[in-house]
């Protein structure tokens, strides 16, 4: 016979001692997928100065005319704070990645004995390819 649990109308965050990995795992998914859209949207606006650029509009930084997209480019990548959020998208993005594709697993029915280690695979393979990523996003940065 299948369990039922009462949960509520709304999931209580008060107990988030209490959840499980599989919890966790639903929680980062959603906040890292949106995450992603807020940033999709940043990207595009960024991106769009390249408009301008490409129909040769300038702007002045230093004294010295630069094309608008380079000026854009280079002015958010000297500042720190950039780099570092850097860091935490690419850390967004590959853990969506892997937790999605260990997702698209679990909805084909496969690996499901062994979802909790799954996911900790995840965070663990994230955490290394982040921290090996350290060095280039923060390069000259100081
Ligand atoms: C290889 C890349 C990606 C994979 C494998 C992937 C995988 C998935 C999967 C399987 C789900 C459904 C989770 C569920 O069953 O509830 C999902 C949800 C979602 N993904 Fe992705 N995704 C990828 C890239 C992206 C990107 C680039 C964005 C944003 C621009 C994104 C935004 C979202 C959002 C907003 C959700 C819904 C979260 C929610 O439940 O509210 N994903 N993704």
């Not at 959020?85 to 690419?90: A, D, K, S, Y």
């Not at 799954?118 to 390069?139: D, H, K, M, Q, R």
Request: net charge negative.
């Amino acid at each position: 016979m299948s369990q039922s649990y009462n949960r509520g109308l709304v999931e209580d965050f008060g107990r988030w001692r209490e959840f499980t990995a599989g919890m966790w795992a639903w929680i980062f998914h959603k906040f890292t997928g949106w995450v992603l859209v807020g940033y999709l949207f940043t990207h595009i606006a960024v991106l769009s100065t390249a408009i301008a650029g490409a129909n040769g509009q300038t702007v002045l930084v230093g004294g010295e005319q630069l094309n608008v997209y380079t000026a854009t480019i280079q002015g958010l990548e000297s500042l720190l704070i950039v780099r570092v959020m850097e860091v935490g998208l690419l850390a967004v993005a590959v853990f969506h990645i892997l937790n999605g594709v260990r997702l698209l697993f679990v909805d084909l029915g496969l690996g499901l004995e062994s979802q909790d280690k799954s996911f900790y695979a995840s965070l663990i393979v994230t955490g290394v390819i982040v921290i090996a990523s350290i060095p280039t996003f923060l390069e000259g940065a100081f």
